[in-house]
């Protein structure tokens, strides 16, 4: 019979050493067998053959691993006074290798694990019990997946850096990191690591043979040929990432600096991007599969070798350099980027814009002002003089230039400022203020008058041009300056007010200012709309939709004997309420058909 002990040190099995082992028989408790050399084993394990053992006999043994050993892991006591003292030496002697049966105590070792296995260069190599456990870890990948194959674990906790090897079956298993983004795996070629996770790790590699994964909370480097999802990652500063057949990659961080940014090398994957921010560049786009990157504040380039397939950009960002090649389309509709929220700015009409404000409607106008004349001018209603005193004429006389002024004369004290009040057509978009007139103060390079408008916004005057007209002039001239919406009171009939005030406070009443004429422009926007109302206001239009049966009406009906309609009457109405009646009728047709038995030979609609 042999008789086997086990040897640790700290938990760790010890090797090496020289046990002895006593035995007793309790019958007499005389030594049966005195302090016998036991022969090593191994992983801990020590044997003794005991030939005079007797079945009939209960003995009490004693197993001295020797001075080398602390007290606590010595010794060791067995006995064969019952069945179960064999089962329990058995199951706790046996390696994890040679354990093919089922047993609670197997279970319970399994427990001890915490459902993972622990790899840590420092740990032990091997797959006996304990080794793998999070006090005693296991030294190499190849070992600690074994263990969890042996024991039925999918998690395994990572302790420091580590490769998954050529040829390892590494798949359908989780790998996490027990410290905090500092662990780096790098996957070499041909690693099997199909239906694997990867998290709180620092990525490195390749997948191959078409494996998929998951790397979630991972910081991606260098890495090739990835499908799978990738999950709330960050992509290292200058990094290159390639794609197998698909990726979804779901909240990814790109570092870097713009000349220093993740590269994505598409290939004709099918990739997904959701919530990207930062630097990305793609790149080698080819065959037919679209890319869709969903942006939150991201900046693209696009390089040269993307070439084929379509790259859809939406949610908000910046394409910094779009240089794709001819065959691949960048499809940017629902990409929000300054230069978009510019276009549909100035794109939408002034009657659209429904949000407090009117800086788009003004800037807008501008670009009309510059491209064409204005459609609208509008004389003065209303003028008075507040400073200074009036001459000659009256601000109505500033509605026809012939010659005739209203001539204002500057004021000792208080100075000179006239009011000219406009209203413009309804709808129309601000154009300019015009004169044309001259004011004769002197010098003429230090007196001049001020050209300022009422601002229905910030109700208050504000200046639009501080050197509207010149000092020092004696004959006339033509002046002009564009206002803006917010001088507009939509209110009050679309009024516009404006003042000429003289710049300065020394005054001299030998200064006049002469106005022959005065104006304001408006512009008429004429949309989409207008046309097709305009179009359809028309009476050809109008008949067109009565001859497509809309609003119309068939009487005065006539029968031959065969009952087959030989005349009548059909009229059209503008109005369906009318439809019947001798109200808004747009047209009336007289109808006549022939017929040769039950064919009809001839058939007339002619307009009456």
Known sequence: ??????????????????????????????????????????DGEYKYYFTAYDSTVDYAIRSDGGISLNDSDRYKFAGNESYIDDISQSVWSTPISAYAGKNVTGAIQTLVYGNCVNVSTSGASGTSWPIGTLRFPVSNITDGVAIARTRGI????????????????????????????????????????????????????????GDSCLFEACTVYNFDNFTGVMNNVAFGQGSEISFGSWAEIIQGTAGGEPTNEPEFNLQNASVNMSHITGNIKLIGK???????????????????TCVAGIIQLLGVGAVEADNS????????DGFITTDTISDHVWDEQTADHTIDGSYGAELATKADIAAASSTSTSAAISGSVIYGTQDSGTYITTNIKDNTY?????????GLTAELIFNIPDEDRAG???????????PGLTHYMELWVYNYEASAWEQLLEEFLPGGNTTDAEYEHEYFE???????????????????????????????????????????????????????????????DENSYLDNQVYNGDSLLTSARKRIYSVAGSVGTASNVIATYNITATWSGTELTSYKMQKV
């Open 154 to 209: 999918k998690e395994i906790d990572i302790h420091n850096d580590l490769t998954i090897p050529t040829g390892l079956d590494a798949s359908n298993l989780s790998f996490r990191s027990i410290g905090i983004m500092d662990t780096d795996v790098t996957l070499e070629a041909n690693a099997n690591v199909a239906n694997s996770a990867f998290r709180y790790l620092n990525m490195h590699g390749e997948l191959s043979n």
């Open 286 to 304: 080819t065959g037919s599969n679209r890319t869709v990157i969903n942006c939150n504040s991201a900046n693209l380039i696009i390089d040269a």
């Open 1 to 42: 019979m042999y008789i086997v002990s086990v040897f640790t040190e700290s938990g760790v099995p010890k090797l090496g050493l020289t046990p002895t082992i006593r035995i007793r028989d309790l019958s007499d408790n005389s030594l049966v067998i005195t302090d016998a050399v036991m022969s090593e084993v191994g």
């Open 432 to 442: 300019v203020f015009r004169v044309f007139g001259r004011y004769e103060g002197l």
């Open 486 to 548: 917010r001088n507009i009171d939509r209110t009050n009939n679309n009024e516009v007010k404006f003042r000429l005030i003289h710049n300065v406070t020394t005054y001299n009443i030998a200064h006049h200012m002469f106005l022959d004429f005065a104006e304001i422009t408006s512009i008429e926007v004429i949309t989409a709309a207008d046309i097709a109302d305009a179009v359809w206001a028309e009476e050809e239009a109008r008949r067109v939709l009565g001859l497509l």
């Open 325 to 332: 090649g001819a065959g691949c389309t960048v499809d940017i």
């Open 406 to 414: 209203w001539e204002i004369e500057e004021d000792a004290v208080d």
